[in-house]
């Protein structure tokens, strides 16, 4: 009866030890997606804050042309092969149509820009949102596992 009693015991510490140890590669798997997770958040708003970079340069370029043409030259840009051919693109206007037709490709292209950069902006917003509660989600898991353990 003893042996009987002591091999139920043993049965039972190899099955706990068991189940620690499946607990244990399961929190080790959502630690490792937690992760991948940060990563991936991480990478997606780096892209996303060096795109809004990129197109928030373009909208001020566009802008500082915009006033170029319309005469009003508040500051000269850094670059001065942008600037050259800046003037060298308004020096072939000849007309106050071509000048019009200009400032509506201009107007037009910084409105699709801002536009864009809007759309990535909620992309950005919508992306941070979905991954912060992914984290959140693998987060809350492994606790939920430290506290059953």
Do not use: C, F
């Not at 039972?12 to 630690?31: P, S």
Request: net charge negative; no cysteine; proline share 1%.
């Amino acid at each position: 009866m003893s042996e009987d009693l002591t091999q139920q015991w043993l049965t039972e510490i190899q099955a706990l030890k068991q189940q620690v140890a499946e607990a244990m590669t399961q929190r080790d798997e959502a630690w490792e997606s937690a992760e991948k997770w940060r990563k991936l958040y991480n990478t997606e708003s780096e892209q996303r804050r060096s795109d809004s970079q990129l197109l928030q340069q373009e909208v001020a370029t566009l802008k500082a042309e915009i006033k170029k043409i319309k005469g009003i030259d508040e500051t000269v840009l850094p670059d001065g092969d942008t600037n050259a051919a800046i003037q060298t693109e308004i020096s072939q206007i000849d007309s106050l149509q071509e000048l019009q037709t200009k400032l509506i490709a201009v107007t037009k292209e910084r409105d699709r820009l801002l536009m864009a950069l809007k759309t990535e902006q909620e992309n950005h917003s919508q992306t941070r949102k979905s991954l912060t509660t992914a984290l959140g989600d693998a987060i809350d898991s492994l606790t939920k596992e430290r506290t059953a353990r």
